[in-house]
Nanobody
Framework: QVQLVESGGGLVQAGGSLRLSCVAS????????MGWFRQAPGKEREFVAA?????HYSGSVKGRFTISRDNAKNTVYLQMNVLKPEDTAVYYC????????????????WGQGTQVTVSS
């Protein structure tokens, strides 16, 4: 069992930046693919980014967001730059076994989510 706790969300103006963090419990963090997903009101949950040995991004965030991980701290990060109002959503951290995947249904563990609101 893995527990995930996100933090770092908040309200930011368009063009600004935020860094989300997700801390995982357990001693096998490095064996998991870690992903970030988001869900806006009235919309389905969508893939944002994932990290295994490589990084993967959705087209809508590529070049603006950066996913990284620190296995010594059991933490995965999502650095979000040049934020847009359409990035407003609840952001979720998730974990699965290899390989990396954009399908949310294949992730085993989920955090509770952190709200990101981008004002225009």
């Amino acid at each position: 069992q893995v527990q995930l706790v996100e933090s770092g969300g908040g309200l930011v103006q368009a063009g600004g930046s935020l860094r989300l963090s997700c801390v995982a419990s357990g001693r096998t963090f490095s064996s998991y693919v870690m992903g970030w997903f988001r869900q806006a009101p009235g919309k389905e949950r969508e893939f944002v980014a994932a990290i295994s040995g490589l990084t993967h991004y959705s087209g809508s965030v590529k070049g603006r967001f950066t996913i990284s991980r620190d296995n010594a701290k059991n933490t995965v990060y999502l650095q979000m730059n040049v934020l847009k109002p359409e990035d407003t959503a609840v952001y979720y951290c998730a974990a699965k076994y290899w390989p990396a995947d954009q399908d949310a249904s294949r992730y085993l563990y989920w955090g509770q989510g952190t709200q990101v609101t981008v004002s225009s």
